[in-house]
Structures are given as C-alpha cells and as structure tokens.
C-alpha cells in the first residue's frame, strides 16, 4: 500500500530514535553487569530489547507503506559513566522520544493514517507508563535514599559470585 512519503519520512525519524535507544541500553545493560549490579543491567537489556521491538515495528510498517527503512540513520548516543548519569541519560532519550511520538501521531491524524496513529499511541504508552516512569522512579529513590543505598539495593545478596 503506498503511503504518504511525509508519515514514512517520520517513520524513519522514529526509528532512528528507536535504533540508538536500542545501542544505549544495551551498553548501559552491560555497564551495570561490569560494576556488579545485575537488577540494573537485567532491566536495561530488557528495555534494549523492548527498543528493538518498536523498531521492529517500525521496519514494518515503513515496508507496507512502500518505504525504505533507514537502518543507517541514528541518533547520537549519551553513554554515561557511573549510575545517576547513565539512568538520567537514558531518562533524556525516552523524553526525546516521547515528544517525538506525540508530533508523529499528530502527523498520523493529519494525513488520516489512522493504523500508523494507533501503532504509535501504544509506542507512546510504552515510552510514558514503562520506560520514562520506571526511570523517574529509580532516581526519585536515589533521591530518597541516596545513592549508595540505592546501588546496594540493586547487587545479589550474598556473596559475590
């Protein structure tokens, strides 16, 4: 089905976006491994996966509106260096992305691609309620807790392994 080349265009954007979250989760995941917080790095390859799949998504839809998928095209990375920063930047992507759904489904409304619009309200939700929240959250505890705490509460009890 062809689609109209200003919804593919932002399509790729998004992916963009998608694609370079997807390497910054994954290097952060490994990150919290290396310093030995596995619940951190467990939950930040869990969301490099999650990424991969609204990229997933976006491959397709651009494909059965006759796009090309830009696979080249991402967004700059902000890796950070110890935990607070690593968390507050990826806090900033899926802020970055967040505005960037919303002009998107916008776009959507205008053009009466209305199965665009709805795929990427749920990207939308996922961005809101799941990835930006949980984020907001482990640095509202860092807050309450400070930081060493918090990084204790994130280790294996026990001994090391």
């Not at 920063?85 to 919303?102: C, F, I, N, R, W």
Request: net charge negative; proline share 2%.
């Amino acid at each position: 089905m062809q689609g109209d080349k200003t919804i593919i265009d932002i399509l790729n954007d998004l992916l963009a976006g998608e694609l370079a979250a997807v390497d910054q989760y994954l290097i952060h995941g490994e990150m919290y491994a290396n310093f030995g917080f596995p619940h951190l790095a467990d939950k930040a390859l869990h969301e490099s996966e999650h990424e991969r799949h609204h990229a997933r998504l976006l491959i397709q839809r651009i494909l059965f509106l006759e796009g090309v998928p830009n696979m080249v095209k991402r967004n700059a990375l902000n890796i950070g260096t110890h935990v607070q920063e690593m968390l507050q930047a990826d806090l900033a992507v899926e802020y970055h992305v967040v505005g960037e759904l919303k002009k998107a489904i916008a776009a959507c409304e205008s053009s009466r691609d209305y199965v665009t619009r709805d795929m990427l309200v749920q990207q939308l939700e996922d961005t809101e309620m799941d990835h930006a929240y949980w984020l907001e959250q482990q640095i509202r505890l860092i807050g309450l807790v400070g930081l060493q705490n918090y990084q204790q509460s994130q280790m294996k009890p026990g001994a090391p392994e």
